[in-house]
C-alpha cells in the first residue's frame, strides 16, 4: 500500500510540473523548478531563464494547474462519498445534477452582477444551489424507489439535469448580452483563475475532504446495507443525508470559479477502489488525490489536442467519461 501511495505522490508531482511548463510556450521541467524554488525559496535563477518565463510560470500556470489539482480532488472525493453512501457506482455530483444546480447559481450572478458577500458570492450560492439539487433529486428517487436502484436515481439525475440546464437557456435567451459569459462557463475553464479564487476553493475543498474523512467508518458501515447500519448503531437517515450535503457542497463549491466539469467524479473513485481498495479513510484521500491528479493530465490534454487552439477542458472530460459511464452501467445491468 505505501509503494502504491508513493508512486501517485510521485506522478502528482510530474504531472503538475509538466502542466506547468506545457502551453503555447513550452517551459522545461528543470526551468519550472527552477523559478519555483526561486519564487518560494529565494533561490538564484540561472542566466538562461528570461523574465517572461518566470512571470509565465508563477504568475500564470502555477495558479491554473494547481486549481486543475484542487477542483479535480474535490469532485473525485465527493463522488466517492456519493457512490458509497447511495451504493450506486454511477453515483456522482455530474450525474445526479448537483453540477447543473451550481452552474444555474452561477448563470444567476453573470446575470445580476451579484456580489452579494464579495469573491465568495459564487461558492457560496454553488454550495447552496448544489446542496438543493441533491435534496431535490434523491427525494424525488426515494418517492418513485424506496431501494433507489441504479436505473432510478440516474435516470431522475439526468431529467434533473435537463431541466436545470434547460433554465440556463431560457436565462441566457432572455439575457442574450450576457450568453458568452455563460456559454464559456457552462464549457468549463482552468485559464484566467486569480491567486486567492485558488486560496479559497482550496481551503473549502480541505475542509470538505477533511469532513468527509472523518464520516470515512460511517461510510465503511453503510457500503454493508442499512439494515446491517442500522444494528450496529449507526443513524442512517441522518448519516446518509449528512454526506450527501457535505459532497454536494464540496463540488458547489469546486466548480464556482471554473465552470462545469463532469465524469472525474464518476471515474476517479472506481480507479481508486481497484488500486487502493474499499476502506474509507484511504479511499476518499487517494480517489482526492488521483482526481487531481486525472484533472491536471485533462488540462494538459485541452492544450495539445488542438494546439495552438486550447479547448474546454469538461469537453476532455466528457470524451473521456461518457464511455467510462456506459462502461459501468451495463456491465453493472448484465
Known sequence: MKKKITITLLLVVVFIILGIGIGSVFISPIKVIEIIAHKVFGTNL????????????????????????VVGAALSASGSAMQSVLQNPLASSYTLGVSSGASVAASICIIGSFAFFGILTLPILGIIFGILTVFGVVAISTSFDKNISNITIVLIGMVMSLFLN?????????????IQRIVLWQMGS????????????????????????????????LSFGEEQAFSMGVDVKKSKWTILILA???TGSAISFVGIIGFIDLIAPHVTRKIFGVG???????????GG??????????????NPIELPVGAITALIGAPFFMYVFFKKDK
Open 190 to 221: 482552468f485559464s484566467g483563475n486569480q491567486p486567492i479564487e485558488l486560496i479559497i476553493v482550496t481551503v473549502l475543498s480541505l475542509i470538505g475532504i477533511f469532513l468527509l474523512c472523518v464520516k470515512s467508518r460511517e461510510l465503511d458501515i
Open 46 to 69: 540561472s542566466d538562461g531563464i528570461s523574465v517572461s518565463e518566470v512571470s509565465i510560470v508563477w504568475n500564470i500556470r502555477t495558479v491554473r494547474t494547481l486549481m486543475a489539482f
Open 166 to 178: 434547460a433554465i440556463m437557456s431560457v436565462l441566457s435567451a432572455i439575457f442574450s448580452d450576457k
Open 248 to 250: 454536494a457542497a464540496l
Open 280 to 290: 474509507h479513510s484511504v479511499l476518499i484521500p487517494m480517489s482526492a488525490i488521483l
Open 293 to 306: 491528479l486525472f484533472m491536471v493530465a485533462c488540462d494538459i490534454c485541452s492544450r495539445v489536442v488542438a
